[in-house]
T-cell receptor, first 112, second 113 residues
Framework: GAVVSQHPSWVICKSGTSVKIECRSLDFQATTMFWYRQFPKQSLMLMATSNEGSKATYEQGVEKDKFLINHASLTLSTLTVTSAHPEDSSFYIC????????FGPGTRLTVL | GEDVEQSLFLSVREGDSSVINCTYTDSSSTYLYWYKQEPGAGLQLLTYIFSNMDMKQDQRLTVLLNKKDKHLSLRIADTQTGDSAIYFCAESMAPGGYQKVTFGIGTKLQVIP
C-alpha cells in the first residue's frame, strides 16, 4: 500500500529557531500533499494544501510567513516553522493524495 | 460551516462489540470516513462509505449511515485490545482529498482485557 513518511518523528527546539519537517510519499507520486496540526485531545486541523510546483494554499488563520511550505518534487513536501514559539508546539501530520489521503506518522514539535 | 461531532470516550470489554457514533452537519457531505490513530502515530483509514449507501461491512467493521439524521456509526465486532486507539469520523464532498476533509474530535476507545 501507499506509504508516507515524515522526518523527524520528533524535535525539540529553542524559541526563536526554525524547524523543517519533511513529508515524503515513498512508493507513489503525489501532486498534492496536506499539512495538519493536532493539539492534545483535539482533532486534526488542516493548515495548508501543498501543490507540487506552485504555491501552497493556506487555511484561514494560518500565517503563511510563519509556516513555509515547499513542494519541490512529486514525492516531497516540507513545512518550515519559522521563529518557533512555545505555542507552536504541536503534532504535525502530513498526508499525500492518491486514490485517497495517506497519512504520515506525524512529527511531534516541542518548542522550549 | 461543516461540523463533525463525536463522543470523547468509550470503554468496552474485550470480546464485546464497540459502537462509535458521529454526527455531521453538512448535508452535501458525500464521503464519510473512519480513521484510526494509535498513540503517537498518524491516521490510518479504516473504511469509508458513500452517502448513497446505508451500510458497509468489512470483516469486523460495520458502518451504518442515516443520511436523514446525518448520523454515522462504526461498529467493531469482537473488540480486541489492539483496537484501543482514537477513532476519527470525517467527511468530505469528494474522495481522496480533492475537497477539504473535516475531522471530528475523535473518540478514544479503551478495551479492557
Amino acid at each position: 500500500g501507499a506509504v508516507v513518511s515524515q522526518h523527524p518523528s520528533w524535535v525539540i527546539c529553542k524559541s526563536g529557531t526554525s524547524v523543517k519537517i519533511e513529508c515524503r510519499s515513498l512508493d507513489f507520486q503525489a501532486t498534492t500533499m496536506f499539512w495538519y496540526r493536532q493539539f492534545p485531545k483535539q482533532s486534526l486541523m488542516l493548515m495548508a494544501t501543498s501543490n507540487e510546483g506552485s504555491k501552497a494554499t493556506y487555511e484561514q488563520g494560518v500565517e503563511k510567513d510563519k509556516f513555509l511550505i515547499n513542494h519541490a518534487s512529486l514525492t516531497l513536501s516540507t513545512l518550515t516553522v519559522t521563529s518557533a514559539h512555545p505555542e507552536d508546539s504541536s503534532f504535525y501530520i502530513c498526508s499525500a493524495r492518491a486514490d485517497t489521503q495517506y497519512f504520515g506518522p506525524g512529527t511531534r514539535l516541542t518548542v522550549l | 460551516g461543516e461540523d463533525v461531532e463525536q463522543s470523547l470516550f468509550l470503554s468496552v470489554r474485550e470480546g464485546d462489540s464497540s459502537v462509535i457514533n458521529c454526527t455531521y452537519t453538512d448535508s452535501s457531505s458525500t464521503y464519510l470516513y473512519w480513521y484510526k490513530q494509535e498513540p503517537g502515530a498518524g491516521l490510518q483509514l479504516l473504511t469509508y462509505i458513500f452517502s448513497n449507501m446505508d451500510m458497509k461491512q468489512d470483516q469486523r467493521l460495520t458502518v451504518l449511515l442515516n443520511k436523514k439524521d446525518k448520523h454515522l456509526s462504526l461498529r467493531i465486532a469482537d473488540t480486541q485490545t489492539g483496537d484501543s486507539a482514537i477513532y476519527f469520523c470525517a467527511e468530505s464532498m469528494a474522495p481522496g482529498g480533492y475537497q477539504k476533509v473535516t475531522f471530528g474530535i475523535g473518540t478514544k476507545l479503551q478495551v479492557i482485557p
